[in-house]
């Protein structure tokens, strides 16, 4: 748990809550409410598929057949109202509890009116809609007017109301209130409320006074409807006044014997007398999912026979196809096809009785929190391995859209898709690969830099590929070889304890190990006091002789500095020399190292040891310096080192030329001198001539060597020419002079 918090304060835990906080504020943005609604609802839709509509809402569907077969106007507008009159009296003769018509009587017709006034008086059970219209006032005041039915024709039905969509041409929500504060109710909560009077008046009034609730002039059903609007409002003014009375009342419900449709109808109505949220249309299918009669086959029967059984029944009678084809407004889509309004207007209806239209999961603060949760849990997934992290996360988003799936299609709640999941998650997933590719890359950084350290980026390189084509490649390349060896080791060694030591030699080498890089070479090797660089090209080039022999001074400038600043002793001796190598891995598959290999690494070694001999810092071969200017460098002569077969022509580097002095350069030309007459076999000419620069130059020591070598050949009858190569073993003797 500790290492848990550990990673999500760290920055891939915040990247975590920057996306979670991220999708809750985009929530909050209207165009992204809009998004949801227009896109996540329709496919929410669209994955569960069309549903049988429930049977309690029938459509009566005026189209131009029935205009065409009953002689009238293409504009059911204009239809004569007795026509409407005797479609009353045949509904109502069929068992319809309630009949409403989605159209507009915007002009009278004085005889037919009263006809129609008449046979709703008789029925009494037709619901009419009103017009609700924008009314100008001055300026940019408007105000909402309404306009009403001829007055005989509203004083003759049980309620006059509008049927209210939110604005846009695809349909997503119904309006079941309207005015200043929401207190008039529309055309599909009046029907709702009037059927529930109807059918369940006995079953509402007993839930009501059961919890000593019921208003004063509660709704009985030997009273006349007209009542309902006082009843209904003293109910909502009750429960407004009493949070918890909707539970209670729900509760109680619970214990009523009754269908289940009987109890959705209920439920619904109970609901809206207490909550205030928005209504979502839940869609059964394509236009004609409600089922449908056609106006005129119901009043071209000679007589009621064949009418088909509308008891407990809500009747809509209305425009089924647009009329008006070139007004823009009469045309609606839901998700499954384009729908008129009176297919809304049933849908809508169907909804309430039957408690199953379309809720949001969480109200506006609860889908800031969820969606602030939901963003922070896939953030961090996203900074998992990327076998972990994706397959949580598609995981996840896979249970998301089945959790989605199902609340839909079992509970008609609608669970948010745009932003968690078409959204949050492609990011996640898309920051899961981009961040294992920064960490992969950072940790073949960090490997590549730890293995930089003992071999070169080629090899490094090289070494990545071995599994793959199963081959330990190595390749002959010329190159310069640079052995260093650290004088009084050993006794520091002795001296401290190895810790101190360990130390003691990382600040040693890592103050050559930087020098080597910046010049070109690479350390292939480090023993205790030893170190091995090389400097390698496909074909012999004079720009890498060049970088190690400046190497080599650099280091010699720099352990000096190392050892001023650490008040050690710990002299450097190097040796270089160039020719062909083998530069490969050496050992097996199991273990093998990177390594030159070949007789240039042999003659550095053997060179660097043979600065003990002659009292030197740098020794460097004939071929590492032919033909190349810049450096000051003095000849040693010929040596036979341990294991070769041919003598090594030795020289000492000492220093850069446009930083050497004068008398520098003199004192080299004398030894250059003394020396050509020491390889020619003249032993007295080149004692006496060593003898002089020994005198000058006392702490030289390769005049103090040649001096006495040729002092002994001098005096010794056995000398011979080939004596002016002199011979070294594998343990050279110490110097005869150390600086």
Not at 14 to 33: D, H, N, V
Not at 204 to 212: I, K, N, V
Not at 647 to 663: C, K
Request: with cysteine; aromatic share 10%.
């Amino acid at each position: 748990m500790r290492g848990f918090w550990r990673s999500w304060h760290s920055k891939r835990g915040l990247f975590g809550m920057i996306l979670g906080l991220g999708l809750a504020l985009l929530s909050l943005l209207p165009y992204f409410s809009l998004l949801e609604e227009k896109i996540g609802l329709g496919l929410l839709f669209v994955l569960r598929g069309e549903q049988q509509a429930p049977a309690r809402v029938v459509i009566v569907n005026i189209n131009r057949d029935s205009a065409n077969l009953l002689s009238v106007s293409d504009n059911p507008e204009q239809w004569p109202r007795r026509l409407h009159a005797d479609l009353i009296r045949r509904l109502n003769a069929a068992g319809a509890e309630l009949i409403g018509f989605n159209i507009f009587f915007s002009s009278p017709q004085p005889q037919d009116d009263e006809a129609m006034a008449m046979a709703m008086r008789e029925t009494g059970t037709v619901v009419l809609t009103n017009y609700l219209k924008l009314k100008h006032l001055q300026g940019d005041a408007y105000v909402e007017a309404l306009d009403e039915p001829p007055e005989v024709l509203a004083q003759s039905a049980l309620a006059t109301v509008p049927f209210l969509l939110a604005q846009g041409e695809e349909t997503d929500r119904f309006l079941i209130r309207y005015g200043e504060s929401s207190e008039r109710p529309t055309f599909p909560l009046v029907v709702l409320r009037l059927f529930v009077l109807k059918l369940l008046g006995g079953e509402l009034e007993s839930l009501l006074r059961d919890g000593e609730y019921s208003p004063r002039d509660a709704y009985l059903p030997s009273r006349p409807l007209t009542v309902y609007e006082h009843y209904f409002g003293e109910l909502e003014s009750r429960f407004g006044q009493q949070p918890r009375l909707l539970e209670r009342t729900l509760q109680r419900l619970r214990g009523k014997t009754l269908s289940p449709t009987q109890r959705n109808s209920i439920i619904s109505l109970i609901e809206t007398l207490a909550e205030e949220k928005p209504r979502y249309f839940n869609h059964y299918g394509a236009s004609g999912a409600i089922p449908r009669i056609p106006y005129h086959s119901l009043l071209l029967r000679p007589n009621a026979d064949g009418t088909p059984d509308l008891r407990g029944k809500v009747v809509l009678v209305g425009f089924d196809e647009d009329f008006e084809s070139d007004k823009p407004e009469n045309i609606f889509f839901s998700p499954y096809s384009p729908v008129s309004s009176l297919e809304l207007v049933g849908t809508a209806i169907a909804n309430l009785l039957e408690h199953n239209d379309i809720h949001p999961v969480f109200d506006r603060w609860g889908q800031f929190a969820w969606l602030f949760l939901w963003g922070s849990l896939l953030g961090w997934l996203s900074s998992r391995r990327l076998r972990v992290g994706l397959s949580f996360i598609l995981m996840l988003a896979i249970a998301y859209l089945a959790s989605a799936y199902w609340l839909f299609t079992e509970l008609s709640l609608w669970l948010p898709l745009i932003l968690p999941f078409f959204w949050a998650t492609p990011l996640a997933m898309i920051v899961c690969l981009i961040d294992n590719y920064v960490m992969r890359s950072q940790e073949n950084k960090k490997i590549h830099s730890v293995m930089n350290r003992f071999i070169p980026d080629e090899a490094t390189n090289r070494a990545k590929r071995l599994e793959d084509d199963n081959q330990w490649v190595s390749k002959v390349s010329f190159g310069v070889c640079l052995a260093t060896d650290a004088g009084q080791y050993t006794s520091l060694a002795e001296k401290m304890n190895p810790m101190e030591l360990g130390e003691l030699m990382n600040d040693y080498y890592s103050t050559l190990f930087p020098v080597v890089r910046q010049n070109g070479g690479w350390v292939s090797d480090v023993t205790g006091d030893a170190m091995m660089a090389i400097w390698t090209v496909p074909t012999f080039q004079t720009d890498i002789r060049i970088g190690a022999m400046r190497a080599a001074l650099e280091i010699l400038n720099a352990v000096d500095d190392f050892q001023e600043k650490c008040q050690v002793r710990l002299p450097i001796r190097m040796g270089l020399h160039c020719g062909d190598m083998r530069v490969g891995f050496v050992g097996g598959k199991e273990n093998a190292a990177y390594r030159a290999v070949g007789d240039t690494v042999n003659t550095s070694a053997r060179l660097e040891g043979l600065n003990k001999l002659l009292g030197t810092r740098i020794l460097v071969s004939l071929p590492l310096i032919d033909g190349l200017t810049g450096f000051v460098t003095r000849p040693m002569g010929d040596f036979m080192l341990a294991g070769k077969a041919h003598p090594v022509n030795v020289h000492e580097l000492i220093a850069p030329l446009d930083e050497s002095e004068p008398s520098l350069l003199e004192m080299v030309a004398r030894f250059s001198e003394a020396l050509a007459q020491f390889q020619v076999g003249e032993w007295q000419a080149a004692a006496c001539a060593f003898d002089a620069l020994s005198h000058e130059f006392p702490e030289d020591g390769p005049t103090q060597f040649y001096a006495k070598a040729a002092r002994q050949n001098a005096e010794s009858p056995m000398a011979t020419l080939e004596m002016a190569a002199i011979k070294v073993g594998k343990s050279p003797p110490g110097a005869l002079a150390n600086r």
